[in-house]
């Protein structure tokens, strides 16, 4: 569909979220429709998807087995409460989260985004340990340079400065890990770093310092996605997990971005080999076409909140689209995709071509460090003295040009390309992003 409304004022009403929007708003970068690997422009170009969207069109675009699924559920039952009343879409798709989630996750609480899933995993902590009775334990613990999504709890126990600094005094009773991000020992490993484990044990620091009793949870991402593609050093999440069972705080696993594929398993939780308590969900979920999040949790976190008179007990939150049936019914047919195409199998057969296309930029002009791990990889330049994040997004503006879209993360090249794409197309990809980088200030 084109768009009538052609001059800059009319581009005024929509206030555009994590963009500069009077830059935006001079030249803007329009998308009006999108098949399979490719977005189509309002010029009638078509640009490759390096990014999955936002890392959450995993099985590429307008699938029709997805699109006729939220057809049939519209013109069927459009909406329904999930306070006191059920439809069969939630549950069917609930199971079919449980059936590939990682053993011993039994549960699955819906929301309509990763920030709705981050908000509702901190308050199950907290609500876990007053259950049985451990009141105290109100701490969080996040990490630096940690993205959970932009409502109060996931800044708060977000690291990333400036979606902090503007507002306010935020939760109280946080602390946060240091990030796992050591360039000088660990640029250019391919896959998982050897160095860094030893940053876990900082938890015991802070354990130390409060107590264990007045700790919660700990929330991290088990490979940072949106902050740059940070990956856990080996024997990181290991000793996380060792730390946190030792002294009873929950472990959250934000898997936001690292669900429903991208590394080649369900989830990075079982590509890891460590399972947390809870883990968040989102975008993969429904291939990004209709908002929801599922927060899924083991059954002793659940179980936790059914004690007392079987009519009174609930859990005092949910939101009014909690497992809405037209998003149930997409992420039905999403998942049902991943599962027919062999997607997460496709993403961890490609992972090492994917691999070394991306380690092949190294020695290309500006480049500083390359990281990678299933069908993600991060490329970062070097910053031009006094405007960081400059020279990164003007080879995403030459990058558009030439028909590739890749994603910023001040001066980080991220990509997350949908778990479709052909070995041409990294070559394409990775081939485009060298031209750029050669002709780039
Ligand atoms: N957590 C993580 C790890 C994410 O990557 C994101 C989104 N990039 C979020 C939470 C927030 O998700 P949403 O934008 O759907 O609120």
């Given at each position: 569909?084109?768009?009538?409304?052609?001059?800059?004022?009319?581009?005024?009403?929509?206030?555009?979220?994590?963009?500069?929007?009077?830059?935006?708003?001079?030249?803007?970068?329009?998308?009006?429709?999108?098949?399979?690997?490719?977005?189509?422009?309002?010029?009638?170009?078509?640009?490759?998807?390096?990014?999955?969207?936002?890392?959450?069109?995993?099985?590429?675009?307008?699938?029709?087995?997805?699109?006729?699924?939220?057809?049939?559920?519209?013109?069927?039952?459009?909406?329904?409460?999930a306070f006191q009343?059920g439809?069969?879409?939630a549950f069917?798709l609930a199971n079919r989260i449980i059936e590939i989630a990682p053993e011993g996750m039994e549960h699955v609480f819906y929301t309509?985004?990763?920030?709705?899933s981050v908000e509702t995993a901190l308050k199950l902590a907290i609500g876990y340990h007053r259950a049985r009775g451990e009141g105290s334990r109100t701490?969080l613990?996040?990490?630096?340079?940690?993205?959970?999504?932009?409502?109060?709890?996931?800044?708060?126990?977000?690291?990333?400065?400036?979606?902090?600094?503007?507002?306010?005094?935020?939760?109280?009773?946080?602390?946060?890990?240091?990030?796992?991000?050591?360039?000088?020992?660990?640029?250019?490993?391919?896959?998982?770093?050897?160095?860094?484990?030893?940053?876990?044990?900082?938890?015991?620091?802070?354990?130390?310092?409060?107590?264990a009793d007045?700790i919660a949870a700990v929330i991290?991402?088990?490979?940072?996605?949106?902050?740059?593609?940070?990956?856990?050093?080996?024997?990181?999440?290991?000793?996380?997990r060792?730390?946190t069972k030792k002294h009873g705080i929950l472990l959250i696993f934000?898997e936001?971005?690292?669900?429903?594929?991208?590394?080649?398993?369900?989830f990075?939780a079982?590509?890891?080999?460590v399972t947390p308590d809870i883990m968040t969900t989102?975008?993969?979920?429904?291939?990004?076409?209709?908002?929801?999040g599922a927060v899924i949790t083991t059954a002793e976190v659940h179980d936790a909140f059914m004690q007392g008179p079987e009519h009174m007990i609930e859990l005092f939150h949910g939101y009014?689209?909690s497992g809405?049936?037209?998003?149930?019914?997409?992420?039905?047919?999403?998942?049902?995709?991943?599962?027919?195409?062999?997607?997460?199998?496709?993403?961890?057969?490609?992972?090492?071509?994917?691999?070394?296309?991306?380690?092949?930029?190294?020695?290309?002009?500006?480049?500083?460090?390359?990281?990678?791990?299933?069908?993600?990889?991060?490329?970062?330049?070097?910053?031009?003295?006094?405007?960081?994040?400059?020279?990164?997004?003007?080879?995403?503006?030459?990058?558009?040009?030439?028909?590739?879209?890749?994603?910023?993360?001040?001066?980080?090249?991220?990509?997350?390309?949908?778990?479709?794409?052909?070995?041409?197309?990294?070559?394409?990809?990775?081939?485009?992003?060298?031209?750029?980088?050669?002709?780039?200030?």
């Amino acid at each position: 569909m084109a768009l009538d409304r052609k001059t800059p004022n009319d581009l005024n009403a929509f206030w555009m979220p994590f963009t500069a929007n009077r830059q935006f708003k001079k030249a803007p970068r329009m998308f009006v429709g999108a098949k399979d690997m490719h977005y189509t422009t309002a010029e009638g170009r078509q640009v490759l998807d390096g990014t999955a969207g936002l890392w959450c069109c995993n099985a590429g675009h307008c699938r029709p087995k997805i699109s006729e699924a939220i057809a049939r559920q519209a013109a069927e039952l459009d909406y329904a409460p999930a306070f006191q009343m059920g439809h069969p879409a939630a549950f069917e798709l609930a199971n079919r989260i449980i059936e590939i989630a990682p053993e011993g996750m039994e549960h699955v609480f819906y929301t309509n985004s990763g920030s709705e899933s981050v908000e509702t995993a901190l308050k199950l902590a907290i609500g876990y340990h007053r259950a049985r009775g451990e009141g105290s334990r109100t701490r969080l613990i996040g990490r630096e340079r940690g993205y959970h999504g932009v409502n109060f709890g996931g800044i708060s126990v977000g690291g990333i400065v400036t979606n902090r600094k503007m507002f306010g005094t935020l939760l109280a009773g946080v602390d946060h890990l240091p990030h796992t991000h050591l360039p000088a020992q660990n640029a250019f490993t391919k896959g998982q770093p050897e160095h860094g484990a030893h940053l876990a044990d900082e938890l015991e620091r802070i354990v130390a310092l409060h107590g264990a009793d007045t700790i919660a949870a700990v929330i991290v991402e088990p490979m940072s996605g949106s902050t740059g593609v940070l990956l856990p050093p080996k024997g990181y999440l290991e000793k996380l997990r060792a730390i946190t069972k030792k002294h009873g705080i929950l472990l959250i696993f934000d898997e936001v971005i690292t669900g429903y594929g991208r590394l080649g398993a369900p989830f990075a939780a079982q590509h890891y080999g460590v399972t947390p308590d809870i883990m968040t969900t989102a975008k993969g979920l429904t291939n990004g076409v209709i908002p929801m999040g599922a927060v899924i949790t083991t059954a002793e976190v659940h179980d936790a909140f059914m004690q007392g008179p079987e009519h009174m007990i609930e859990l005092f939150h949910g939101y009014t689209y909690s497992g809405n049936p037209v998003a149930a019914a997409a992420g039905i047919a999403t998942l049902e995709t991943y599962k027919e195409e062999g997607l997460f199998e496709r993403a961890a057969e490609l992972a090492p071509y994917w691999q070394e296309a991306l380690h092949s930029l190294k020695g290309t002009r500006h480049v500083i460090d390359i990281r990678n791990e299933g069908l993600i990889g991060a490329v970062e330049l070097e910053p031009i003295a006094g405007t960081p994040a400059k020279r990164a997004f003007d080879a995403f503006l030459k990058a558009y040009e030439k028909g590739i879209l890749i994603r910023t993360t001040g001066d980080i090249i991220a990509m997350s390309p949908p778990l479709i794409i052909e070995k041409a197309h990294i070559d394409q990809l990775i081939g485009t992003l060298k031209e750029v980088l050669d002709t780039l200030e």
